[in-house]
Every structure is written in C-alpha cells, then in structure tokens.
C-alpha cells in the first residue's frame, strides 16, 4: 500500500474540523489500531471516518477517485466494516461481533477498517472489546465514534489514539449554508439553532419552522415568571415544537427507503432486504434528533440569557444582571448535559423554566 498522504478532497464532506482532518491526513500514512473520534452525531465524525477508511484502504493511500475510495466512502466496501447498536445501547453481543470481525483477514485491501457508532453507550459492555484493542489484530484499524466521553469508556479511550470534532464554528457553518444558496437570514438563523453541527443545518434549512423555533426559545425569558403552570404550559409548547423538528427528518427517511427499496428491485429482489434493521436505525436517529433539537433550543436560550446580560450591563445595570444571567446559563447548560440520558424530558424542563423564572422573580 501507498505511504502518500491522502488528498484533501477525501475530505470534503467534512465542514469545518480543519485540525481533525489535518490530524487525520497525517495519521492515514502511518496508522496506529484504533482511534476514538469525539463529537456530536452530525459534526463531522461521521464522514471523516468514512474519508479515512477510504484513505486506509485506498492503494494510493488515498486517491479520492478510485473504486476503493468511492466504495468506503459510501459505507460499500468488503474491509470496511460499519457497525450499529443493535438496541437502546450497545451490548456485550455487539462488542463481540467487533471482536470478531477484528481476527478475519482483509479480502482486498492490505487492511481492514472496523468502525462503530455510539460507543459512548457502551456501558458495561465496553470491557468486552479491551482485550482486542491491548492486542489488536495487526491488519485492522478501528474507528469508535463516541459523543461524548463517558465515565466508563476513559480505560477504552486510553488505547485510543482521541480525535476531537467540537461543533463547527458560526462563521464556518454561516459560509457554508450560503455557499449550498441558502439565503442570508435563513443561513444565520439555522447557524445559530443547529448547534454547530453540519448535518442538522441541512436538514433544518428543508424545515419551515426553523425560525418560528428559534424565536420561541428566545422568547422564554419574557414568558417565566416562576409560575409552575406557566412553565408546564411553555414545556408543552416547546416539547411540540421539538416534535415537529424531526418531520425534515422522517421525510428524507422516507425517501431513502424508497430508494433503496428501487435499487433492490432493480437487483431482483423481492423486497427491501434488512428494511427492519434500516427502519429501526432511523428510527433511533429520529429520537437522537429530536433530543438534539431541544439541546440546540437550549443552547438558543442560553445565548439570550447571555445577549440580554450585555445589553442590560451597557445600559448601566448593576452586576446583579451579570450573576443571573451566569446562573442562568449554567442551569441551562446541566439540563442540556443531562438531557440524552433523562427518561422524562417534561419534567426536566419544567424544572428548568421554573428556576429561570425565579431568578428573575
């Protein structure tokens, strides 16, 4: 296999992480077995593991052009093995399944590449792949995608080599969306409601309440006024709105059923085959995406508790404005760290809106 470095446009769908992909072009010429990619679902990770698959595989080392780079980085080649949760977390079967593919033998590259998604929802299950990655296989390289770093996944993250994907800069998403003709307004607006993660913002700029959303997350504050029932009443408002976040969502799911469901056809197939497998993935992404339309909420809320502080502060309020708007922004920010993993989302908000709304009381 080629020692040259992989060009530039492998990794082109990623928007950007320069310093990840800089890290990762420099890493494809002399990989080491494992690598631990951290960051949102949607900020980059996703498509630079496929990029640097492509670049492990790649005879050239990473042409961009050729069967093998196409094939990875569409998720489509016999030593790129892509793994998903088979449920709500992953198991100790999905850990072996990993294991398992690590002793075969590449078919066509002089590697193997094993990628997993979510492993930050390992758990418990996590131990069962350390042996493997304290004595890797020495003809496969895995990919672990973890949003987050998670207590019990430090002594795995220890064996990986950690490649970080914070969420895209404004600027850079802002650039972006333009550069796709997006208009001006819409591009800032969906910039500042995505989060800094690229997957959102493109799906979001199809959904024709983005905007209507972010202005009721900004409009919060002026709601609150301590009251429970107020709160409760916002909660609900505010939870639809997530809701109806996701339709963008289940419309391009739809459309890809249907066209995967074709090219089955085409193929001579009866039906779609996996199409339970399939059906159930989206349907996790769907849950993942709305969660992740209310922490972007939040963060849209945040921002207001931040932009009014300034405001009130250049107008010559006292610090008491800077020590609410503080406090306010750090309840925010532990609801949005603990939200994924709260089994009541209205609760949690409710409890929320009603400590904003006495702090300003």
């Not at 040259?4 to 990623?14: C, I, K, N, Q, S």
């Not at 072009?25 to 077995?33: C, G, I, K, L």
């Not at 301590?226 to 939870?239: K, T």
């Not at 709305?290 to 502080?309: C, F, K, P, S, W």
Request: charged share 25%; aromatic share 4%.
């Amino acid at each position: 296999m080629s020692e040259g470095r992989p060009v530039a446009a492998l990794f082109a769908e990623v928007i950007g992480q320069e310093r990840a992909v800089e890290a990762l072009m420099a890493a494809a010429t002399r990989p080491v077995h494992a690598y631990l990619f951290l960051g949102a679902a949607g900020n980059g990770g996703l498509a630079a593991a496929h990029a640097f698959a492509a670049a492990l595989l790649c005879p050239e080392g990473g042409c961009g052009h050729c069967p093998t780079c196409k094939g990875a980085l569409a998720g489509r080649h016999p030593d790129f093995h892509v793994l998903h949760r088979t449920g709500a977390s992953l198991s100790v079967e999905d850990m072996r399944r990993m294991v398992t593919l690590a002793q075969r033998r590449p078919l066509q590259s002089s590697r193997q590449v094993v990628m997993a998604t979510d492993i930050h929802l390992a758990g418990r299950a996590a131990p069962a792949l350390l042996k493997t990655l304290e004595e890797p296989a020495g003809a496969t390289v895995f990919l672990l995608l973890a949003d987050d770093l998670a207590p019990d996944l430090a002594t795995v993250a220890s064996r990986c080599v950690q490649i970080s994907f914070p969420p895209v800069p404004r600027a850079a998403l802002v650039q972006w969306l333009r550069e796709r003709d997006t208009p001006a307004d819409l591009a800032a607006v969906v910039a500042d409601s995505s989060g800094g993660n690229p997957d959102r913002a493109r799906i979001m700029v199809e959904d024709p309440e983005v905007a209507e959303r972010a202005a009721l997350w900004s409009s919060v504050p002026d709601r609150l006024n301590g009251s429970g029932e107020v709160a409760a009443h916002l909660a609900r408002r505010l939870l639809e709105s997530a809701e109806r976040a996701v339709e963008p969502l289940r419309a391009e799911h739809a459309r890809e059923i249907e066209s995967l469901t074709e090219v089955a056809k085409d193929m001579g197939e009866r039906a779609l085959p996996g199409r339970k497998e399939i059906v159930e993935h989206h349907q996790r992404e769907e849950r993942r995406w709305r969660t992740d339309a209310l922490r972007a909420g939040l963060g849209v809320l945040a921002r207001t508790y931040r932009d009014r502080a300034v405001v009130q502060v250049g107008a010559g309020g006292g610090d008491s404005h800077t020590k609410a708007a503080a406090q306010a922004v750090a309840l925010i920010t532990e609801a949005a760290r603990t939200l994924p993993r709260n089994p009541s989302e209205p609760l949690l908000l409710q409890s929320l809106l009603v400590r904003l709304g006495l702090l300003y009381s």
